[in-house]
C-alpha cells in the first residue's frame, strides 16, 4: 500500500478556476513535504517544500498546506492556466536527503 | 534543469542486451538518484548514491546495478534488458532537502 495518496487522480477546471489537490500520507517519521509539477515529457520540478514546522508555503498562485497532526497536505492552485496542465506529485521524505516516497500523482487539464 | 543532463534522451534497444544509462550533474550535489516512472505507478526509486563509490538499493533494484566513480557522474546499467524495464528513467540530485530531477530517458526494450 502506497504510504503517499493523492487525490482527485484526476481533475478537469476552466480557465480562471481555483482548484485544489490533495496529499495523505502515512510515512513516519516525518522529515519534509514536496510538491512537485511535471509537464508531460518532462521531469518533475519542484513548487514548494515544507518541514514538519511549517504549514503552509507559497509559490506564486500556488500554495501548499500542511497539517502533520492528520497528516495531510493540500496544493490550492489560484487562477488557474493553460499552462497549469501538468501532473501534481506530492511527496514524502523522512530524512532529509534519504530515500523519499512518491505519491502518484493527480493530472490536471485546464481548458479554455 | 538544474545542471543536470541525461544521456542518451531516447533509447531502443532488444532483450538481452546491456544498456547503460549517464546522468551527468555540475551543481557538485553529494546524491543522486535513479528513478523509473510507468503508468500507474509513481516516481520508484533504484538506486541512489550518497557519495562517490557508495551507493544503496532502492524498492525496484532488481536487475539494475548502478556505479559513481566521480561525484558529478551517476550510471545506471540494466545488465540484461527484458521488456518489463521499459520505462522512462529520471535521474535526481540533492542538496540535502530538495531534489533536482533531469529531463528523463525514455528506454523501449523490444
Known amino acids: 500500500k502506497n504510504q503517499v495518496e493523492q487525490s482527485p487522480q484526476s481533475l478537469i477546471i476552466l480557465e480562471g478556476k481555483n482548484c485544489t489537490l490533495q496529499?495523505?500520507?502515512?510515512?513516519?517519521?516525518?522529515?519534509?513535504l514536496r510538491w512537485y509539477k511535471q509537464d508531460t515529457g518532462r521531469g518533475p520540478v519542484s513548487l514548494t517544500i515544507?518541514?514538519?514546522?511549517?504549514n503552509t508555503k507559497s509559490n506564486g498562485r500556488y500554495t501548499a498546506t500542511l497539517d502533520a497532526d492528520t497528516k495531510q497536505s493540500s496544493l490550492h492552485i489560484t487562477a488557474s492556466q493553460l499552462s497549469d496542465s501538468a501532473s501534481y506529485i506530492c511527496?514524502?521524505?523522512?530524512?532529509?536527503?534519504?530515500?523519499?516516497?512518491f505519491g502518484d500523482g493527480t493530472t490536471l487539464t485546464v481548458k479554455p | 534543469d538544474a545542471g543536470i543532463t541525461q544521456s542518451p534522451r531516447h533509447k531502443v534497444t532488444e532483450t538481452g542486451t546491456p544498456v547503460t544509462l549517464r546522468c551527468h550533474q555540475t551543481?557538485?550535489?553529494?546524491?543522486m538518484y535513479w528513478y523509473r516512472q510507468d503508468p500507474g505507478h509513481g516516481l520508484r526509486l533504484i538506486h541512489y548514491?550518497?557519495?562517490?563509490?557508495?551507493?544503496d538499493k532502492g524498492e525496484v533494484s532488481d536487475g539494475y546495478s548502478v556505479s559513481r566513480s566521480k561525484t558529478e557522474d551517476f550510471l545506471l546499467t540494466l545488465e540484461s534488458a527484458t521488456s518489463s524495464q521499459t520505462s522512462v528513467y529520471f535521474c535526481?540530485?540533492?542538496?540535502?532537502?530538495?531534489?533536482?530531477f533531469g529531463p528523463g530517458t525514455r528506454l523501449t526494450v523490444l
Open positions: 535526481a540530485i540533492s542538496d540535502q532537502a530538495e531534489q533536482f
Open positions: 496529499c495523505n500520507y502515512t510515512v513516519s517519521p516525518f522529515s519534509n
Open positions: 515544507m518541514t514538519f514546522s511549517e
Open positions: 511527496v514524502v521524505s523522512k530524512t532529509n536527503a534519504g530515500k523519499s516516497t
Open positions: 551543481e557538485n550535489h553529494r546524491y
Open positions: 548514491s550518497y557519495g562517490v563509490k557508495d551507493t
